[in-house]
């Protein structure tokens, strides 16, 4: 019997999204470690700007739209195998908690380049680019391709009217 035709790829999706944030996020890193003493740092605050905004609204569909979801999801499977077996507030507040250190790590990358402080620049760059890579590689290598394996397609033509909706606002 042949699978039911897919009306909406999240993966896609929210890949896309992610291809935006990694590109911003080169951009920024190969300007910063061309950046010379003394020079304007206007383009990186620009650069990261538009990162930062990306990023938000690739947040704002996780965390209004795709977590609650799954997190429901997560929810039903450890009550049918009744077990407690999962971390500390499961997988998806594991990513909250990184969206949060990941906007946190934003604001010190601000301050550092608006008062040119070049060695909190060249650590705060460092330290935020291993955390939003290693974050994106998590997502699309486990969250979402459980979401898709898992989710049935109704839940996600939801999600796709959702999402659709919110871009709409936007």
């Known amino acids: 019997m042949p699978k039911p035709k897919k009306e909406f ?9 992610h291809k935006l944030v990694l590109k911003g996020l080169r951009r920024l890193e190969n300007y910063l470690e061309n950046y010379q003493t003394g020079s304007n740092l206007k383009k990186a605050k620009y650069l990261l700007d538009t990162m930062k905004e990306e990023m938000n609204s690739h947040f704002r569909k996780e965390e209004e739209i795709i977590f609650p979801v799954l997190n429901r999801h997560f929810e039903r499977a450890l009550k049918k195998i009744d077990k407690d077996i999962r971390p ?83």
């Open 88 to 170: 500390k507030g499961g997988p998806v507040n594991v990513m909250l908690l990184e969206h949060k250190s990941m906007r946190m790590m934003i604001q010190n990358l601000e301050r550092a380049i608006e008062n040119e402080k070049n060695n909190e620049i060249s650590g705060s760059i460092t330290q935020f680019g291993a955390l939003v890579r290693s974050h994106i590689f998590r997502e699309e290598n486990v969250l979402y391709v459980v979401a898709d394996a898992k989710l049935k397609e109704k839940i996600k033509a939801k999600i796709a009217k959702r999402l659709f909706m919110l871009s709409k606002k936007t």
């Open 9 to 17: 790829d999240l993966i896609k999706h929210l890949s896309a999204d």
